[in-house]
């Protein structure tokens, strides 16, 4: 019986000598699964930092980007008003140049009534004087020398 009972008892740490082990192989791995959960809180750590100061990175420049679009639709609202007031001072310049013209027009159809043409102040004075002395003179010689045929004076 002592045998028996000395065997069982063997067995029995055997037993727990196999159950310590596999205990202590639980330990070291809980051990390992510790270290790794340190880094990870040390990584989380650091990264929770990183965001974060990505994150005000992000913020100022989200903030610089607003500026600058806000900045850009100033510009355009510029550039579209010198824009129509270009269209505009265009649109004056063209009504312009057509009133230029039509007074152009204007101006040289009354310089072509002004005109003095000298040819015709000369065609009429001598017009005029031929009528007024030439045909009368040449009349009145005429019957001149026909009356002095008439009395045989020449």
Known sequence: MICEKHEKLVEEISGMKVRIDN??????????????????????EEREKSD?????????????????????????????????EVKTANDKITRTNERVGKLEEKFYQAEEK??????????????????????????TATLVAGILKLFKLV
């Open 23 to 44: 205990l202590e192989d639980r330990v070291d791995d809980l051990d390992g699964i510790k270290e790794v959960i340190t880094r990870l809180v040390v990584l989380q």
């Open 52 to 84: 974060t100061q990505r994150d005000k990175e992000f913020k100022k420049q989200s903030e610089v980007l607003v500026s600058l679009q806000n900045t850009l639709i100033k510009i355009n609202n510029n550039l579209d008003a010198l824009n129509s």
């Open 114 to 139: 002004n005109k003095v043409d000298t040819r015709d102040i000369l065609k009429g004075y001598f017009s005029n004087l031929f009528l007024k002395w030439v045909i009368p003179i040449g009349a």
